[in-house]
């Protein structure tokens, strides 16, 4: 009868050890981080690479946050473009999200950039908003 009691015992216990819970793979969250000269200096690079103009690109502002995911250390950054136009004048301000890898040698990759198109624009936004970088829609948009 005691052994039956001891094993009952034993067996009602092997349901309660507990899990550390596993990260949520679709939190997208940063902590955000100031902008340093240097981080400046990357993102800035980075994005005129890619522009037909570079000279003209003028920069707003920019939002920062460092995150891991999939045990790759990036850091995000959000914030909005303008480039000058082939008629000589400059257009809007437009959005732009991009990730840094430190681990990686400061790699750089542009993730998106809006081309005054609503859709482009909203995409950004929202990419940058389940980050934890809410950019402010400088061209908001009446008709959507």
Known sequence: MRNTAQLLL???????VT?????DPGDQRVNPI??????EEIVTTGIRQ???DPASTKFGTMLAGERTLGGRQQIVVCG?????KSSG??????PFAAKIYPDAGSTFELVAIGDESPKTSLLI???CRAA???IRDSNPKADL
């Not at 034993?10 to 309660?16: D, E, I, T, V």
């Not at 899990?19 to 990260?23: G, L």
């Not at 909005?80 to 000058?84: E, G, L, P, R, S």
């Open 10 to 16: 034993a067996a009602s216990l092997c349901g309660c």
């Open 19 to 23: 899990t550390a819970p596993k990260p």
């Open 34 to 39: 100031p902008i340093s000269l240097a981080l």
């Open 50 to 52: 890619r522009l037909q």
């Open 80 to 84: 909005h473009v303008i480039v000058k």
């Open 89 to 94: 004048g400059y257009g809007t301000e437009e």
């Open 125 to 127: 936004g929202d990419t």
């Open 132 to 134: 934890g970088l809410a």
